[in-house]
């Protein structure tokens, strides 16, 4: 069986603004609906914004920040087991992260959080960490992994944010087990985090503490997110920018008391006051990091670029297949970046307007890129309409696409009769072409080569001198069979153009609408089909 990947893109992509993203809802049938907009793709990875988190505005189904009890943590994270674990700072760090599961309110449903412990006694004043937390928590957007809520008790201090599934940009790019990172990936990546820094800085929030590698975290659609946790402060007096001291801002050194001590320690650690500028430098170290695939101390790094040696510091895992135009541009960014003076650095904007026009594979999903599988999402059926159906009906009321397939093949094209009113000059060598690719259409439709029918039928309707709408309700369906929702809602609204009252094109709507999660529109056009079929079948009784 023939499938495909939805090559349907949104529009312009939403800046760090932007509300929350959804399908248009189609209209009913007493009145025609208008042409379909592209509007309608829900691909994950595109700019605009997915169902689960909203641009600038809002958040999805991110739920509200609120303040939880050290006893639902504890239940959520098993105790805080050491199994649960999955900072990847290694001892190092000064508070660790723990994955777990909490009931959200008012539902059954387990939603998977990450919770960040703090050292005892890093924040003394339980007042200033929740005012903190809530100041991130009011934060909302589709490339950060966003703050949920917080908890202080006693001595204790933690945060909770949502759970991103499939590891760090660090695990990927330097512990890689399956396949080494793309370069679209990577510019995806960079692209991303430079996205969600600039909406930080407009929402007041400039300052990100320690940005590197496993601050990057990918979620179930292999989508990359900014930590959260990085705009909170690691204590009350703000000095949290804790890393090796190979990477970390030069100013830093300038200003730093005992350095010749800190030298000294085997631990390399270095404390300092985060500045935008300071931020700036180390977002030039994760990009190091994707150019190279390993991590270069960026003094070295700007040696390497100085003496214009593009390719010894581009990652040999690529195996040359880049843009060297491209990653001229990257590893220039870089070292812009990476000035040894703060003022020279760029600021956070033209460092994303540099990095959009640069993306590649816009169509290509993330999760396809990043090498893991698909995320699954089983739609739910609608529920059961008002009246008996039709075996179409009940077909796409249990989304059986295989038996929808089977009543459009038997049905043929019956309910096209008097669509069409051709006269003798329309008989042209072009419309036997068109009826011919209809054909050929409906050979592959029988033998369940979906693409093949699609290509077909796009043949037919792209000529326009017949119109069809069984042809549109026939490539529905083979866009539903191969993932493509969107597409499928809008030929079988396009099926209601040509036939407003036939029930087949609302039946075909109802499928996708459920397919696209939107439940109740989904219903609704389930009734208004079975009302359709009860009309037909009384006016075809007669009084």
């Not at 650095?345 to 993330?366: F, G």
């Amino acid at each position: 069986m023939g499938c495909c990947r939805s090559s349907l893109r949104p529009g312009a992509a939403a800046g760090p603004g932007a509300g929350t993203h959804a399908a248009e809802k189609p209209p009913r049938h007493r009145s025609p609906p208008p042409q379909p907009a592209n509007r309608l793709s829900l691909n994950a990875h595109q700019a605009a914004p997915s169902a689960r988190s909203g641009g600038g505005g809002g958040g999805g189904d991110v739920p509200a920040f609120a303040e939880f009890s050290l006893a639902d943590l504890r239940a959520a994270t098993g105790g805080f087991a050491a199994g649960n674990i999955v900072s990847e700072s290694g001892e190092k760090a000064p508070n660790l992260v723990y994955r777990g599961q909490l009931k959200g309110p008012g539902s059954a449903q387990l939603r998977a959080i990450a919770v960040k412990k703090f050292a005892k006694h890093a924040w003394p004043d339980p007042k200033q960490f929740a005012e903190e937390a809530k100041g991130v928590g009011n934060l909302r957007h589709r490339r950060m992994a966003n703050l949920i809520g917080y908890c202080c008790d006693g001595d204790e201090r933690l945060l909770v944010a949502e759970f991103m599934p499939n590891d760090t940009l660090a695990k990927h790019l330097f512990h890689w087990e399956n396949q080494t990172i793309e370069w679209a990936m990577r510019l995806r990546v960079a692209y991303y985090i430079a996205q969600a820094l600039e909406y930080c800085s407009t929402k007041g929030r400039p300052l990100y503490h320690d940005l590197n590698a496993y601050r990057v975290l990918f979620d179930e659609n292999g989508d990359p997110r900014l930590s959260c946790f990085g705009l909170m402060k690691n204590s009350r007096d703000g000095k949290s920018y804790s890393t090796n001291l190979a990477y970390t801002p030069p100013e830093y050194l300038r200003n730093a008391r005992n350095t010749s001590r800190v030298l000294f320690e085997a631990s390399y650690i270095l404390s300092g006051r985060v500045t935008p500028e300071s931020v700036i430098f180390s977002f030039g170290t994760v990009l190091l990091d994707l150019l190279s695939g390993k991590r270069i101390p960026p003094s070295h790094a700007l040696d390497i670029m100085r003496g214009r040696n593009i390719q010894a510091v581009m990652d040999s895992h690529l195996e040359g297949n880049y843009s060297i135009e491209v990653a001229t541009t990257l590893v220039n960014l870089a070292s812009q970046c990476l000035q040894y003076e703060p003022r020279d650095r760029p600021d956070i904007k033209k460092l994303v307007s540099i990095l959009e026009p640069l993306q590649t594979k816009s169509e290509v999903p993330s999760y396809v890129m990043l090498g893991i599988p698909k995320p699954v999402e089983e739609p739910q059926a609608p529920p059961a309409p008002q009246r008996p159906l039709s075996s179409m009906g009940e077909a796409c009321s249990r989304m059986d696409l295989t038996a929808i397939h089977q009543i459009l093949f038997t049905t043929h094209y019956r309910d096209d009769e008097g669509s069409n009113e051709l006269s003798f000059q329309e008989w042209t060598q072009q419309m036997r072409d068109m009826l011919d690719a209809r054909k050929r259409g409906d050979f592959a439709f029988k033998d369940k080569d979906f693409k093949a029918a699609i290509d077909c039928y796009s043949q037919f309707i792209d000529v326009g001198t017949m119109v069809s709408p069984t042809v549109f309700a026939r490539r529905s369906l083979c866009y539903l069979m191969c993932d493509q929702p969107d597409a499928a809602l809008r030929d079988a609204m396009q099926a209601q153009i040509v036939s407003p009252d036939w029930p087949t094109a609302f039946y075909m709507q109802s499928v996708a609408l459920s397919k696209l999660n939107m439940q109740s529109d989904a219903v609704d056009m389930l009734n208004e089909a079975s009302q359709l079929e009860e009309k037909r079948q009384k006016s075809t009784k007669g009084p």
